[in-house]
């Protein structure tokens, strides 16, 4: 009997030891998972009052959505790619500075939507940039952003010719040099468009890998009006090398003049719009440095200017220039390898359309000082634009090649085109 009533006993214990190890493991399951009354009365509020406060916070939350190009902390980031734009309100205050407080001038436009700086930014500059706007309610919105340029060692740019504005020959093509080279050529010039007002077909030439040139199949039409659109900001030139120009420029033709000079004649004929109207006699280059045939455009203008033949390779045995005259009037320049067309008074007037006798360039009778305008040289040169074609013909001498000076026109149409990329 009482070992019945132990073993009973020990059994009874057992059973309230798993018992309570039983409930204790459903109170404590109960406790992690909220499963009390008291402890998820507590977690229903708690979760109410946050989604109170979020619901309360997005209440107050202006709807102005503003975005800043480029984003913060970009870096290489091309001269004019800084802009602010905004949705569901309107611009109230942009400030953007250099990294030691300077103010970049800007203007937000006058719908309140965006906002750009008034020039292009500097090259290897950190900017602060911050704007604010309001919704419709009255709400503000901020943002901020940081950001760096692009440096001169990873960008190139182009400097072209003509110059913006100015008035121009038939002849002047839109030449641009490349600061550095470029190797992916079709990217570079598919971001440049050159037109014309006359309709012509335009195309680009590539010389090397510095210099691009655009021109149509025939001279631009007289009185038309040519307009470059230059977007090489992020254009990528060559590996990690970027542009960072976005400019529009435009120039005017003016009427037609193409003159012919025959060497062997001696003669320039001048003619303006397919009518003659003056003929000039000259003095092309000697036999011993004859003067380059082919379609020439003038490039430049001086009233006087120094030509000393050591510059372009006509020496004495000294090394000096064969000649050194300070004060050419009347001269234009034909070619970057010395070829001019200008005023000649150290002459004699006999040699004007009997002799050549210069050193390649064409000679025109003309007066020291550049001050007589009735010598043959000041009337051309008064008479004469930048971009004016002049033809030289029946010289002994070869084709100049098209890339001394502006000369692509004696390029084909089609070898033309065939130097294009795009």
Request: with cysteine; proline share 4%; glycine share 12%.
């Amino acid at each position: 009997m009482e070992w019945r009533v132990r073993t009973d006993s020990k059994r009874r214990r057992r059973g309230l030891v798993a018992a309570a190890a039983v409930l204790g493991g459903v109170l404590v399951l109960s406790a992690c998972n909220g499963g009390d009354g008291k402890a998820a009365g507590s977690g229903d509020k708690t979760s109410k009052s946050q989604a109170d406060v979020d619901a309360a916070a997005a209440k107050d939350t202006s709807k102005a959505r503003i975005v800043i190009a480029p984003k913060d902390g970009a870096t290489n980031v091309g001269l004019n790619n800084a802009a602010v734009t905004v949705s569901d309100g309107t611009l109230t205050k942009v400030e953007l500075k250099t990294s030691e407080g300077g103010a970049v001038e800007g203007k937000i436009a006058a719908d309140g939507k965006s906002w750009k700086p008034e020039a292009a930014l500097k090259r290897s500059q950190k900017y602060s940039l911050s704007a604010s706007a309001k919704d419709a309610g009255g709400k503000e919105a901020h943002e901020n952003a940081s950001f760096t340029t692009v440096s001169p060692e990873n960008s190139f740019i182009g400097s072209f010719t003509p110059d913006e504005g100015s008035k121009v020959g038939v002849g002047m093509p839109v030449s641009i040099d490349f600061n550095k080279p470029i190797k992916d050529k079709k990217a570079v010039q598919a971001a440049i468009n050159v037109s014309s007002s006359s309709g012509q077909e335009v195309v680009g030439h590539w010389f090397g890998d510095q210099r691009l040139d655009f021109r149509p199949d025939q001279y631009w039409a007289a009185n038309s009006t040519v307009t470059m659109k230059m977007k090489l900001d992020g254009v990528e030139g060559s590996p990690g090398v970027v542009g960072v120009q976005d400019r529009t420029a435009t120039f005017q033709i003016g009427r037609s003049q193409v003159s012919e000079v025959d060497a062997k004649t001696k003669k320039m004929t001048v003619k303006r719009d397919g009518q003659v109207i003056k003929t000039i006699p000259i003095s092309a280059g000697s036999p011993a440095n004859p003067t380059y045939n082919g379609q020439m455009v003038i490039s430049e203008k001086f009233k006087e200017t120094r030509m000393d033949g050591a510059t372009v390779g006509f020496k004495d045995g000294d090394g000096k220039g064969e000649y050194d005259i300070k004060d050419v009037p009347h001269a234009m320049r034909l070619s970057n390898s010395g070829t001019f067309i200008h005023g000649n008074y150290w002459g004699d007037d006999s040699i004007f359309g009997s002799a050549n006798t210069s050193h390649g360039c064409v000679g025109l009778n003309d007066a020291k000082g550049a001050n007589d305008p009735d010598q043959p040289g000041a009337w051309f040169f008064d008479n004469s634009l930048v971009g004016d074609v002049v033809t030289v013909v029946n010289s002994p001498d070869k084709t100049i090649k098209p890339d001394n000076g502006l000369n692509g026109w004696n390029l084909s149409w089609a070898d033309w085109k065939a130097g294009s990329a795009v």
